[in-house]
């Protein structure tokens, strides 16, 4: 089922459309929560969160546009739901002095955000369809058989491409360390 027909029959509140969608875009979901969060809630926190986006999708159903599409609708809100919660974070318990800093230091997140960038930057370096399988296959958590067959490529020719992109973004971060 593409896109526009699940957004029209999450209009018509067909609990089997939210049921494709959790499981169709949970992992997406999931990548948007866990960047926005970068790396400062834990496993149950982003699950929590990504529900959160989904009820949501079921209670605004019927506001959705389905030439829109989804995705962005999706993302949009769980970024929204990733700030609200960091915004409501509050240390529980005063801190002892001599504890290490759990945060990241202004240095440590300078040193990840730039390392993101080169790799996103690589990514966006990829030819057609190998930037599409990539960023699929690995951000958004697709299935390889799925995004193959959308593609037009067989799944060996897209686990080839995926070693060559592999290959060809390791090269060009030759140096970068990992955080």
């Known amino acids: 089922m593409d896109e526009r027909t699940l957004v029209r029959k999450l209009n018509r509140g067909s609990r089997s459309a939210l049921d494709t969608a959790v499981e169709r875009y949970t992992p997406y979901v999931s990548a948007v929560i866990l960047r926005a969060l970068a790396g400062r809630a834990c496993r149950e926190d982003v699950e929590e969160l990504c529900a959160d986006v989904f009820v949501a999708l079921w ?38 002095e001599d504890a290490p800093d759990p945060a990241p230091g202004p240095e440590e997140l300078a040193q990840r955000r730039e ?13 057609e369809p190998d930037r599409t399988l990539f960023t699929r296959y690995y951000y958004e958590g697709d299935k390889l058989k799925t995004i193959a067959a959308e593609l037009g490529l067989s799944q060996t020719a897209a686990k080839q491409r995926l070693f060559r992109g ?14």
């Open 59 to 96: 209670t605004h159903a019927d506001q959705l546009d389905p030439a829109q599409g989804l995705r962005p609708w999706l993302a949009a809100v769980a970024r929204n739901r990733a700030t609200d919660w960091l915004r409501q974070q509050r240390p529980s318990a005063p801190i002892p």
């Open 115 to 127: 390392q993101s960038a080169r790799l996103w930057a690589a990514v966006d370096g990829l030819g």
């Open 166 to 179: 592999r290959k060809a973004l390791k090269a060009a971060l030759k140096g970068v360390e990992t955080p």
